[in-house]
């Protein structure tokens, strides 16, 4: 089992910055690859970017990529997500997810086995 809890969510404005972090407990976080994910308002959940077990490999939706980064420190049982040139399309709720397949680099929800409750960003205009 591995527990998740996310924090780092608030409102800002469009432009601003925001890194969420989600910690974990139970099994070894160094087994687990990870990823993150959100939810807009009447939208269905939608892949954000995984990174593998070490951090070596990351994968980013195309939404995002180059504006968010995701990174892990092992050490503190913690994975990152640094969000930059906020938009309002990025508001929702933002959830991390663990998967055993420690190996891969998540790219969808597929083979996630554990999600945390997550944390809500608000980007206003």
């Known amino acids: 089992q591995v527990q998740l809890v996310e924090s780092g969510g608030g409102l800002v404005q469009a432009g601003d910055s925001l890194r969420l972090s989600c910690a974990a407990s139970g099994r070894t976080f160094s087994r687990c690859a990870m990823g993150w994910f959100r939810q807009a308002p009447g939208k269905e959940r939608e892949f954000v970017g995984g990174i593998n077990w070490s951090g070596g490999s990351t994968y980013y939706a195309a939404s995002v990529k180059g504006r968010f980064t995701i990174s892990r420190d092992n050490a503190l049982n913690t994975v990152y997500l640094q969000m930059n040139s906020l938009e309002p399309e990025d508001t929702g709720v933002y959830y991390c997810?663990?998967?055993?397949?420690?190996?891969?680099?998540?790219?969808?929800?597929?083979?996630?086995?554990?999600w945390g409750k997550g944390t809500l960003v608000s980007v206003s205009s």
């Open positions: 997810a663990a998967s055993t397949r420690w190996y891969q680099t998540p790219r969808s929800s597929d083979g996630m086995d554990y």
